[in-house]
């Protein structure tokens, strides 16, 4: 069997491979990265249980109507390796943690949906008493669950350089009213949805982000979905008001760094065994909650 090539563009955690004008492969590699930074360790396993996780999550979206309600698509084709083009359902690395798509114009904005309070947006509340712009009641406190959902888009930046919160009219004013207006409206959708399925086994969807493209004129729900990666998850029995619940992410490793005094720029920490084990445990855990509730019948 011969080996693997080399990516046609290695991102921080996953590798593409661009197969023609409208098809590539995303490897989803073992790679952790927080604050943007890439650590020297990997997570083994950590690829196939977020596209896993992703797969899932595609499928539910498309069958639970709110594609066709939005007018929108996904761009999943199949994470089964035998259904990959030749070569690449050749190569075993590829198995389980990859997955054939539709390659799209990226629309280069972040779209984030916040149901609760925390982390940079905590930040931004106690600054100005609003995040991104959008005004919040006084006295929240960390963790708090808002009033509803807020979408608050992020410019994707330049490798390099960390995204940056912007305002919707901003995002209003790059993309034209209708797009940004549509893209809004989807992601608050997507989120509910996943929020209240989410809820019922237990766990809180704190915030999420999601990825849109545009190919043949239409709108494709990109990237990876409601993975730990792109999204906080916590157990609703350690929720506590006024407190950083402990998460099922990557909240565990950026914690650890923080720790070390590590001034979030290249390159990172190591990361000792057990915090790599422990985070190993948390993926498996989320990954088979969402299992179990998504393909129950
Ligand atoms: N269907 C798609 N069409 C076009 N681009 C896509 C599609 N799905 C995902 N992408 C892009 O593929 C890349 C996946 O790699 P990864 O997420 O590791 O990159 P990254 O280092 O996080 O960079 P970025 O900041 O651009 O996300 C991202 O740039 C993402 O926007
Ligand atoms: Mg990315």
């Known amino acids: 069997m011969s080996e693997l090539p080399p990516a046609d563009y290695t991102g921080k955690v ?43 999550w595609f499928n539910e979206i498309e069958k639970c109507g ?19 083009p030749a070569p690449f359902n050749d190569f075993s690395e590829l198995e389980g943690c990859s997955a054939l798509v539709r390659r799209t114009k990226r ?21 100005s008493g609003s995040i991104c712009g959008i005004k919040l009641p006084a006295g929240l406190q960390n963790a708090s669950q808002l009033p509803e959902p807020i979408f608050t888009p992020a410019t994707k930046a330049a490798i390099g350089d960390h995204d940056q919160n912007v305002s919707f009219a901003s995002m209003q004013s790059a993309l034209g009213m ?12 997507i989120y509910k949805h996943a929020a209240k399925k989410m809820l019922g086994a237990g766990i809180i969807l704190c915030d999420t982000k999601f990825e849109f493209g545009i190919l043949d004129d239409k709108v494709y729900l990109i990237d990876e979905v409601l ?52 985070t190993q445990a948390l993926y498996r855990e989320i990954e088979s909650q969402i299992e179990n509730l998504l393909t129950a019948v």
Request: glycine residues 6%; hydrophobic residues 30%; proline residues 5%.
């Open 14 to 56: 996953r590798n593409l491979y661009f197969l023609d004008e409208q098809t590539m492969l995303i490897q989803a590699t073992d790679r952790v990265s927080a604050f943007d930074v890439v650590f020297p360790e990997k997570i083994t396993g950590k690829g196939k249980t977020l596209n896993h996780i992703s797969g899932l």
């Open 66 to 84: 709110l594609q066709n309600k939005y007018s929108f698509y996904n761009h999943l084709l199949t994470t089964q390796r035998a259904e990959f």
């Open 227 to 278: 993975t730990p990666d792109s999204s906080r998850y916590w157990k609703s029995t350690d929720y506590r008001e006024g407190t950083t619940p402990p998460g099922y992410d990557k909240q565990f490793i950026r914690d650890y760094a923080e720790s070390t005094g590590w001034n979030k720029t290249a390159p990172a920490p190591n990361l000792p065994q057990s915090v790599i084990e422990k």
């Open 178 to 189: 209708e797009l940004a207006d549509r893209l809004k409206t989807i992601s608050i959708a």
């Open 107 to 127: 629309i280069d904005f972040e779209c984030v949906v916040r149901g609760y309070l925390t982390g940079s947006g905590w930040k931004d509340y106690q600054q």
